[in-house]
């Protein structure tokens, strides 16, 4: 995803994205599979963000492909292609996994622990500080609980999230420390 396009290359990249969903609109299956072929490596890592096991990964990209096969119409050319359909994988993705909770990203944490950490005192410690947490994130504004979700919990840098969500890459730093200091007050005293 670091591949950035110099702005020539970005010219010539938007118009031949242009072409291909014009003649793909035009019930040309062979454009689409081309759009398809450039993008697919993308949205397979946009569910590897989300989703552990293969089949749901499979299934997820075919979902991603579908919907931007339905909504093709919608693409207007200002941005490329591959930026339009990462945001539909991260919401696709997000509506997927709506339950998405802290614990998902601790399980295999968890098995390294020793096992003499497992007393039930410690493991009713252990959720209530996941479930705190969990309460914590969810109440922050939306803008401020996808940045911190994809940071923390999917351990994703800033520039990924800017180009995953087509949020300007200052806003996703500034909702991040944001939602740092919130969630810093909120917890003070748990963490």
Do not use: H
Request: with cysteine; aromatic share 10%; glycine share 2%.
């Amino acid at each position: 995803m670091k591949n950035k396009l110099t702005e020539a290359e970005n010219f010539i990249q938007l118009q031949k994205d242009k072409t291909l969903v014009r003649r793909s609109l035009r019930n040309n299956s062979e454009a689409f599979a081309e759009l398809v072929a450039m993008n697919k490596k993308r949205v397979e890592a946009v569910g590897r963000k989300f989703f552990n096991d293969i089949t749901d990964i499979e299934d997820f990209v075919q979902d991603v492909f579908i919907k931007a096969f339905k909504n093709l119409s919608s693409f207007k050319g200002k941005s490329l292609f591959s930026t339009w359909i990462t945001r539909i994988a991260f919401n696709t993705a997000l509506n997927q996994k709506k339950s998405f909770k802290i614990t998902d990203s601790f399980e295999e944490q968890e098995e390294l622990l020793p096992s003499y950490y497992d007393t039930p005192e410690n493991e009713q410690i252990k959720s209530l500080t996941k479930e705190a947490i969990n309460e914590a994130v969810q109440n922050l504004p939306e803008n401020y609980a996808v940045c911190i979700k994809m940071f923390f919990y999917l351990d994703m840098n800033q520039e990924d999230i800017s180009e995953m969500t087509g949020i300007p890459l200052n806003t996703v730093k500034s909702n991040i420390f944001r939602a740092k200091k919130i969630l810093s007050q909120k917890l003070g005293g748990l963490l």
